[in-house]
């Protein structure tokens, strides 16, 4: 049940933003005097509606999103009435034009940046200081948190039957106790701790720790394992030694802000949030063999592409596993990524819309400068078998990532 309410809140919370994005668009436009004709939330059959003014607003059948219709977008418009001409979109200043096509963008901005602002003082971001790389985690204190076994060959897994025993438990190290010298040499990181050990030979070895503020020495028995170069996951094994430990790091991996604070905290993370939405974006096109591995039975890559649908089922799961805080941060991330990729300089997209725009502003500068007429409004005619190849791929796109996410969704969570 709580899975099921988490993801139609999901779905819920996606709509309004939806919603909220032809708001903006509907708002500037009626406050620089374009008519806007009509605005809904929904496709399809209208279910419920009523006029105010000159604008019709409602509710349609299919909750997939929202529209308004604005008076004269482009000049090739034929259904603009005679009397509407002087108010048609395209008639405005380009400077007009660009606030109300960026404005479902600037919407979706606002929603993740207030909603991050929110998150830092009630909920926590996280901790940008916490190690999410394995050359950041190599910088830490050599902190341990001892395993139950060693896995002699180079393999991800659980302890098994028959695996040995860890060096550390048979030690007597516990977890928490912070490792200073693996037979006599001094290590400070753990890093530092993990090149140590490879380089001791497998046996008998004298391991220095700290525990609550009291040095101690251990005598263990480090394990013989084969492992990859560090740093190489991929690498060619070798015979190394194995303490039998991981990293325990000792910083929380979420941190609450004051109402002040949250400022530079909520500035910081989404210019990281920009960062990462445009590397998502550049790899988007080598994520594509993934998902149709990912259709037809292979493993779904943590790193592909997901639907509203696969947002909505994480969501479910956020919920499910009351972690609201990933709930939070993914719809922050969902509007975050909307916005920037409706401001991509495509048709139909809004980003298509002001770069043409900008583009006839342009040529009309630059013909005025070399004493030529204005060669006046792209025909958009002329664009549309660009728009129906945009369209063509981005259902495309869409279908695959909604079919991944049906067949081999992604969980943050194991089951």
């Known amino acids: 049940m709580a899975y099921v309410l988490g993801v139609v809140l999901f779905a819920l919370a996606i709509l309004i933003s939806v919603s909220l994005h032809e708001a903006g668009h509907m708002i500037t436009a009626k406050s620089f005097g374009m008519k806007v004709t009509r605005y809904f939330v929904g ?16 509710v349609k059948a299919i909750p997939l999103g929202g529209f308004c219709k604005i008076v004269g977008m482009t000049p090739q418009d034929d259904d603009v009435d005679p009397a509407d001409e002087p108010r048609a979109m395209w008639r405005f200043p380009v400077w007009k034009r660009t606030i109300v ?45 001892v395993t139950k ?25 516990r977890n928490g106790d912070r490792i200073t010298a693996i037979n006599g040499i001094a290590v400070a990181t753990w890093g530092d701790m993990l090149q140590t050990v490879r380089n001791t030979p497998p046996g008998k070895a004298k391991v220095d720790y ?24 991929a690498g060619p094994t070798s015979t190394v030694s194995a303490l ?6 000792q910083k929380p991996t979420m941190v609450t802000y004051g109402p002040v604070d949250a400022l ?61 805080e990933v709930f939070v941060l993914l719809f922050i991330s969902l509007n975050f990524f909307v916005g920037v990729f409706n401001l991509l300089p495509l048709l139909p997209l809004d980003g298509g819309h002001i770069a043409i725009a900008w583009f006839e502003r342009a040529r009309s500068w630059v013909f005025a400068r070399l004493g030529k007429p204005d060669p006046g409004r792209v025909d958009y005619f002329k664009l549309m078998p660009l728009t129906y190849a945009v369209i063509l791929i981005g259902g495309a796109f869409t279908l695959l990532t909604v079919t991944a996410d049906v067949v081999n969704p992604i969980t943050l969570f194991s089951r």
Not at 43 to 58: A, D, H, I, K
Not at 211 to 224: I, N
Not at 272 to 279: F, K, Q, S
Not at 289 to 296: D, H, N, R, Y
Request: charged share 20%; aromatic share 6%.
């Open 43 to 58: 496709f399809g059959p209208t279910l419920w509606s009523f006029r105010r003014g000159e604008t019709e607003y409602g």
């Open 101 to 145: 096509m960026s404005a479902g963008s600037v919407t979706h901005f606002m929603l993740a940046i207030v909603a991050l602002w929110l998150a830092a003082v009630f909920m926590g971001l996280p901790n940008p200081d916490f190690p999410t790389t394995e050359a950041q985690a190599r910088q830490e204190p050599a902190v341990i948190a």
């Open 149 to 173: 076994c060693v896995v002699t060959e180079h393999a991800e897994r659980p302890c098994a039957p028959g695996d040995p025993e860890s060096p550390a438990a048979k030690g007597n190290l």
């Open 210 to 233: 700290v525990r609550d503020g009291t040095p101690g020495t251990a005598d263990v028995d480090l394990a013989s394992v084969e492992r990859p170069p560090l740093g190489n996951a």
């Open 244 to 249: 039998g430990v991981g990293l325990n790091i």
């Open 264 to 324: 530079g905290a909520t500035a910081d993370y989404t210019g990281n949030m920009a960062a990462g939405t445009v590397e998502a974006m550049k790899r988007i096109p080598q994520k594509i063999p993934a998902l149709w591995t990912a259709i037809t039975g292979g493993e779904r890559d943590m790193d592909t592409p997901i639907s509203v649908v696969g947002a909505s089922r994480l969501g479910g799961e956020a919920v499910q596993h009351n972690a609201w």
